[in-house]
């Protein structure tokens, strides 16, 4: 697809796109008259767009996941960006496109993550929990793991985001142990290689990222919980207090009550994962939000109710060196 991507598009900017069906709702106005309330989106970005007449047979048809051709205009409306559409049709086999080709995806080399992650399960010495992480991350698993995203939405929303997420974490979680030998390593890394493994199953990524049947009832949290629990039952001889302190880091790892955890962390293995993820989340979320929202002609995006503030982007630059700088990935 020869298309501009959205996030560089301003105001009154033509459009003339294939795009993704991210949300999809029949709503209606205060008169009572029907309108179709749409979220579109690319790699880049998602806007909204409403359709006010001719939309029964794309209501009745199209879903998330759904790809559609869309003309129209790139207005403003409450301080962001929207399309107004023109006219708008499901795309057909004719078209030659698949939602998976407007599926962001990492930036990092999906291979060198693979074989990152398996260099830190083998730097695990402890026997009963590397023949657990080896089990769960079995090929079928670990391909799943390594191709989902971290999150819906807010932070590493991308194919490959969870493996990317994960790897961040266990930098960090190394980086608390070179400060504090006292925190059990092996303990640590393997918590932070299992606290997300039930996103596999509480997200679908095939066509969109959405919320699965089994993600909305139980949540990933207690998927993994019981998904590790089941797979230490298998392994003769492990240790109690040890199964017990594993389950406790994936219990806990959102820190609080209210975002979800059903236990707050009570070790310092337990508080090192969970701003461990709290800090690979929240710098991930930021930095995409950024690039993703910031308004034209401007240093700032909009409002963010995630984040509940807008955002700044900081430009300064004391030379080019600082423009060739590499990760710690690289």
């Known amino acids: 697809m020869n298309q501009p991507e959205l996030n560089i598009l301003i105001k009154n900017d033509r459009i003339d796109h294939f795009l993704l069906i991210k949300k999809i709702e029949l709503r209606s106005t ?10 579109l989106g690319d ?11 001719g939309f029964s047979d794309l209501a009745a048809r199209g879903k998330v996941g759904s790809v559609v051709k869309v003309s129209g205009t790139i207005e403003e409306y409450q301080g962001s960006l929207q399309i107004r559409v023109a006219s708008i049709r499901l795309a057909n086999e004719k078209d030659k496109v698949r939602p998976q080709d407007f599926l962001p995806v990492s930036k ?35 391909e799943l793991f390594s191709t989902a995203p971290a999150g819906k939405s807010w932070h590493h929303a991308y194919i490959h985001g ?16 070179e400060f504090h030998p006292e925190l059990n390593r092996d303990l640590l890394i393997s918590g932070a290689m299992l606290h997300d493994i039930g996103k596999i199953e509480e997200l679908s990524f095939e066509s969109a990222f959405e919320y699965t049947d089994k993600g909305k009832l139980i949540g990933h949290i207690v998927i993994a919980a019981t998904l590790v629990r089941d797979e230490i039952k298998k392994i003769s001889g492990f240790p109690v207090e040890l199964e017990n302190n594993l389950i406790h ?10 975002h979800a955890s059903p236990i707050v962390p009570k070790t310092a293995e337990a508080i090192a994962l969970y701003q461990a993820d709290e800090l690979s989340a929240k710098v991930n979320a930021y930095k995409t939000t950024i690039e ?10 909009k409002f963010i109710h995630l984040a509940d503030t807008d955002l ?3 430009n300064f630059r004391e030379s080019s060196e600082e423009n060739t700088k590499k990760s710690l990935f690289d």
């Open 292 to 301: 993703a929202e910031l308004r034209p002609d401007s240093n700032w995006t």
């Open 43 to 53: 790699k880049s970005t998602s806007m909204n767009a409403n359709i006010w007449e």
């Open 249 to 258: 880091l994936i219990l806990s790892h959102q820190g609080k009550l209210e």
């Open 108 to 142: 990092r080399n999906l291979e060198e993550m693979q074989k990152e992650f398996n260099q830190k399960l083998k730097s695990i010495s402890n026997k009963h929990l590397k023949k657990l992480l080896s089990e769960i991350f079995s090929e079928e698993k670990f």
């Open 312 to 314: 700044y982007k900081f």
């Open 162 to 177: 969870l493996i990317e997420h994960t790897l961040e974490i266990i930098k960090i979680c190394e980086l608390m142990c």
């Open 30 to 39: 205060k008169s009572g008259s029907d309108f179709l309330s749409m979220e």
